[in-house]
């Protein structure tokens, strides 16, 4: 009788561990597959290199545009910074006691702003044969103006891209987000799981699409706000360097000095 207890007892004990075994030899298999399923490289560049087509030539067009927005950051403030050099050292010379004359040539044969504003007094004031009137005063502020204005679109040329690339580049990166998460649910259906292990990996970098997106918008935002800032500051050096031109006109007017001048050519 005991000899037949202990084989039960046996028996029962092996039995149970066969089933233990077949109960969780599905779920390891499956932790596994799922194991399988996963890349080996999670950092930013692993995740590009195994995201989708689509995603991925969205993530390259966001870095060119964050390229393009730090190359126009870069030329744009060289550009200012020596236009407004210049336009100041011009305004210094407006200041002192001298004649359009003799401004345009000293101004002769510079392409800055300012010396386009003298130029341009000057060429009025050659054309109207020395004579002051209402009618040359007109004619030489409508010529400040145009130089001014074309002057400002010239160094304005470019902000325009900043202004694109923020207002864009998150929705682009959105786009990149929103194809990841359809090729991974479409990932889920095929592997029959939604273990976290197998949808993260996509999810991650449908994500990066976009980070990337908030990298290059953020940064073009803030640069066309300077940019702009910046931009009107000379516009205003622009707008008293005119304002000086029209002042030292009617000066000249006043004393007959353009009369002068002519006679003496």
């Not at 087509?53 to 390229?67: E, F, H, N, T, W």
């Not at 987000?177 to 029959?192: D, K, L």
Request: aromatic content about 6%; overall charge positive; proline content about 2%.
């Amino acid at each position: 009788m005991r000899t037949w207890l202990d084989g039960f007892c046996r028996h029962s004990i092996v039995t149970a561990s066969i089933a233990s075994t077949t109960l969780l030899c599905p779920a390891a298999c499956f932790a596994a597959d799922d194991n399988a399923l996963l890349p080996r490289n999670l950092s930013p560049w692993g995740m590009f290199l195994s995201a989708d087509i689509v995603v991925k030539a969205v993530m390259i067009g966001l870095a060119l545009a964050s390229l393009v927005t730090w190359t126009i950051w870069l030329a744009k403030t060289i550009e200012i910074r020596r236009k407004t050099a210049l336009a100041k050292a011009r305004l210094r010379l407006l200041e002192k006691d001298t004649v359009l004359a003799e401004l345009e040539q000293a101004s002769r044969g510079g392409g800055d702003a300012v010396a386009q504003i003298i130029q341009s007094a000057a060429r009025e004031a050659s054309l109207s044969g020395g004579v002051f009137d209402d009618g040359f005063k007109e004619r030489t502020a409508l010529r400040l103006e145009r130089v001014e204005a074309a002057m400002a679109r010239q160094i304005a040329r470019g902000t325009g891209v900043l202004a694109t690339i923020g207002a864009t580049a998150p929705v682009v990166g959105l786009f990149g987000t929103v194809w990841g998460i359809m090729n991974s649910f479409i990932g889920i259906s095929e592997a029959h799981t939604t273990n976290l292990a197998v949808v993260a990996p996509g999810i991650a970098e449908a994500l990066l699409a976009t980070a990337l997106g908030l990298v290059a918008a953020i940064p073009a935002v803030v640069i066309y706000n300077h940019l702009t800032r910046s931009i009107a500051a000379h516009r205003a050096l622009l707008g008293d360097a005119c304002a000086m031109v029209l002042l030292l006109v009617s000066r000249e007017g006043d004393r007959g000095l353009f009369r002068l001048a002519r006679a003496a050519e």
